[in-house]
């Protein structure tokens, strides 16, 4: 049996938010304890934060996929905002969304081939790729086969977990977009 006919609960509801946000700090934990109080109370004290524009200069040096990246995540950002926020079944939300996936697919494939974080091999950030590679086309299968909820549920995470979370994690002290805006 399908949900397509049954009335449409909140995509994001407070448990699956606070679930989310349960996530966020255990990944936090985990990164935090390869490093002791001191290392980290040293790092905090060397940083100078001083907010700016853009960089485009230090943006134009990076490689290509880095390039790729950005401009596909922004992409999705974008389109997934107002997927979002729109009416939802319409040709026009089904057009987004296609726009939206090639989006999506597009920054999570190109996140594997950047590895500056943890010095040429994967990170944590890396799982969150994985999981939008393999949490993607469930949601398209979710909304092939009429299963509404669960589509609207997926897709609402891959915006959560797959660009708002992942891109906080990018201004991370001495990434390139703490550097670009920040540093």
Same mark, same amino acid.
């Given at each position: 049996?399908?949900?397509?006919?049954?009335?449409?609960?909140?995509?994001?509801?407070?448990?699956? =938010?606070?679930?989310?946000?349960?996530?966020?700090?255990?990944?936090?934990?985990?990164?935090?304890?390869?490093?002791?109080?001191?290392?980290?109370?040293?790092?905090?004290? +060397?940083?100078?934060?001083?907010?700016?524009?853009?960089?485009? *200069?230090?943006?134009? *040096?990076?490689?290509?996929?880095?390039?790729?990246?950005?401009?596909?995540?922004? +992409?999705?950002?974008?389109?997934?905002?107002?997927?979002?926020?729109?009416?939802?079944?319409? *040709?026009?939300?089904?057009?987004?969304?296609?726009?939206?996936?090639?989006?999506?697919?597009?920054?999570?494939?190109? +996140?594997?081939?950047?590895?500056?974080?943890?010095?040429?091999?994967? +990170?944590?950030?890396?799982?969150?790729?994985?999981?939008?590679?393999?949490?993607?086309?469930?949601?398209?299968?979710?909304?092939?086969?009429?299963?509404?909820?669960?589509?609207?549920?997926?897709?609402?995470?891959?915006?959560?977990?797959?660009?708002?979370?992942?891109?906080?994690?990018? =201004?991370?002290?001495?990434?390139?977009?703490?550097?670009?805006?920040?540093?």
């Amino acid at each position: 049996m399908t949900d397509a006919l049954q009335p449409r609960q909140p995509i994001l509801r407070p448990r699956d =938010f606070l679930i989310t946000l349960a996530i966020t700090a255990a990944i936090l934990v985990v990164v935090g304890a390869q490093h002791s109080p001191a290392q980290w109370a040293a790092y905090f004290a +060397s940083l100078h934060v001083s907010p700016h524009g853009p960089d485009l *200069a230090l943006l134009a *040096a990076q490689p290509i996929a880095i390039k790729l990246h950005i401009a596909a995540a922004l +992409s999705a950002l974008v389109i997934g905002t107002v997927q979002l926020l729109g009416v939802k079944g319409t *040709a026009l939300h089904r057009v987004l969304g296609w726009s939206w996936v090639a989006a999506m697919g597009t920054t999570a494939i190109s +996140s594997l081939f950047i590895r500056e974080l943890n010095h040429g091999s994967f +990170s944590f950030i890396h799982l969150l790729s994985g999981w939008v590679i393999i949490a993607l086309p469930m949601a398209l299968w979710a909304a092939r086969t009429a299963r509404v909820r669960l589509h609207g549920r997926l897709m609402a995470g891959l915006f959560l977990g797959g660009l708002i979370i992942a891109g906080l994690l990018t =201004f991370i002290p001495g990434r390139l977009m703490w550097r670009l805006f920040l540093g």
